[in-house]
């Protein structure tokens, strides 16, 4: 359903200026508040450099005010609204800014060869999700073999875990298991967002460009348990780990890292310092052409920047805006720190907060997220699977790609040679792993904490902060 407004304002910092507008097409109009956050893209003409900045605005129409929501894309000539509410990635609100802003000694920005010789566990649902959205995509198509089923995810697992492998880098991908109740319910919010963007898709693809089309597509992509057990069996056939986690794939991924088994974690959603990962790499599996840096994060040191303990630290995701709970509206990541900073706690500060300028959800479960954060559902550790990287089976890598998902045969022939030759290369491990590192008799041993046994091999653990060293 198409609407027609007549009027909205837009306002330039260095001139006031009402611009009448006779057409204004809108999709599928609801009624907002008109505080809604919306980020404004233009295409502006070329400026000299004496020309002042402009900076755009726009105030609501009571007509506009009714029109904008579920991710709809809004066009006024050269200039495209985009609310930026409409998210369907997971993790922590505004932590990376955060973390850049107020702890940039905790990060810094890495070559994707300097992780030679290293394990790295690597959340898969998350690169399944960005490979469906970037490798072979042309509008809203995507790769398929004869079929008609799917095969970016395949392609996009398959080049960059070999280019991973060629790099001497040693990856182990881990699959989320059973969702946290907690998390079920923040699920389904958003795949009911994804279901109305699905139908909004329908309708902008009469109005829109091919451009504005692709991007909006992107917001209707799912990773299915099917995507999920292609990548499985691929990465099993090329002989690289496969974890399934009992519950959330991050939490096992940090688990790894703190017990010594891997070197640091690759993701793209920031809840995984949260579980207490002591290193955390961002980028390393990034599919597009651009060779992207890898950025690394350092717990201990994010820690120590913020001025924050483990708990406190947890507190301030939480306010930020996590998976497993609503935030109260008005915080954000600065916020959130300041008032960790002076209060300690989300406890302290609900006692505190003005409560008519920060609305606090009703039954606000914060208690239960921070407790997912410390105590997750991991494997007990002599339940944790051996990460062992073994040859391809080159049978199996043919009959999977060439065979049943039309893969070029020369191509996945020159691949596996590549996985081969990579194997070897990866073999002689890095320098540092011929010499036992020295003893500092002064450094106190820290007290193990028994886990907590659960059924189905796993254990609820408590997160810590600190970084250990592999």
């Known amino acids: 359903m198409l609407t027609q407004i007549s009027t909205v304002t837009l306002t330039l910092i260095s001139e006031r200026i009402q611009v009448p507008v006779d057409s204004f097409n809108l999709i599928r109009p609801r009624t907002i508040k008109e505080t809604t956050p919306v980020k404004i893209k233009r295409r502006e003409p070329e400026r000299s450099e004496s020309s002042p900045p402009i900076s755009l605005s726009f105030s609501l129409s009571p007509h506009l005010s009714t029109a904008l929501g579920r991710g709809s894309f809004f066009f006024l000539g050269g200039i495209q609204l985009v609310p930026s509410f409409f998210v369907l990635k997971m993790g922590i609100k505004g932590l990376t800014k955060l973390l850049a802003d107020n ?14 010789g290293r394990k790295i566990a690597i959340d898969a649902s998350m690169s399944i999700y960005q490979f469906l959205i970037v490798v072979g995509r042309s509008g809203t198509e995507m790769l398929t073999n004869e079929a008609g089923e799917v095969t970016s995810h395949l392609q996009g697992m398959f080049n960059r875990t070999i280019r991973l492998l060629e790099a001497g880098i040693k990856p182990a991908y881990v699959f989320d298991g059973q969702p946290p109740d907690l998390k079920k319910q923040e699920l389904a919010k958003r795949y009911s967002k994804r279901a109305d963007a699905t139908e909004d898709l329908e309708e902008i693809k009469e109005i829109g460009s091919k451009e504005d089309i692709e991007k909006f597509s992107k917001r209707t992509v799912k990773v ?49 310092l949260t579980f207490g990962a002591p290193r955390f790499l961002r980028h390393l599996m990034d599919p597009s ?45 600065l916020t959130a720190l300041k008032l960790i900073r002076q209060h300690g706690s989300i406890e302290n500060i609900l006692e505190n907060i003005n409560k008519e300028k920060y609305q606090i959800p009703d039954d606000w479960p914060y208690k239960e997220a921070r407790k997912l954060f410390k105590e997750p559902l991991v494997f007990m550790e002599n339940e944790e699977p051996e990460l062992k990287w073994n040859a391809p089976d ?28 990579a194997k070897n290369k990866s073999s002689q491990g890095r320098l540092e792993s011929f010499f036992k590192p020295a003893v ?31």
């Open 289 to 333: 052409s651009r060779k992207i840096p890898v950025m690394e994060f350092e717990i201990a040191k994010i820690l120590e920047e913020l001025n924050l303990n483990m708990d406190q630290f947890i507190d301030v995701c939480i306010l930020s805006g996590c998976d497993y709970c609503e935030s109260i509206r008005g915080i954000g990541g």
């Open 440 to 470: 500092n008799a002064s450094a106190p041993i820290k007290r193990k904490e028994t886990p907590v046994a659960v059924k189905g091999g796993a254990k609820k653990t408590k997160t810590a902060g600190g970084k250990k060293k592999k």
């Open 103 to 116: 702890a940039p000694k905790a990060m810094k920005e890495q070559k994707f060869e300097s992780y030679f």
């Open 224 to 272: 299915t348990r099917q995507h999920n057990d292609d990548c499985k069996r691929l990465l099993r056939l090329m002989g690289v780990p496969v974890i399934e986690a009992p519950s959330e794939a991050e939490a096992e991924c940090a688990t790894l890292c703190k017990s010594g088994k891997v070197y640091a974690v690759a993701s793209e959603d920031m809840d995984s």
């Open 394 to 421: 080159e049978e199996g890598l043919i009959s999977f790609l060439v065979n049943e998902n039309g893969f070029n045969s020369d191509r996945v022939t020159k691949a596996i040679e590549k996985i081969k030759a």
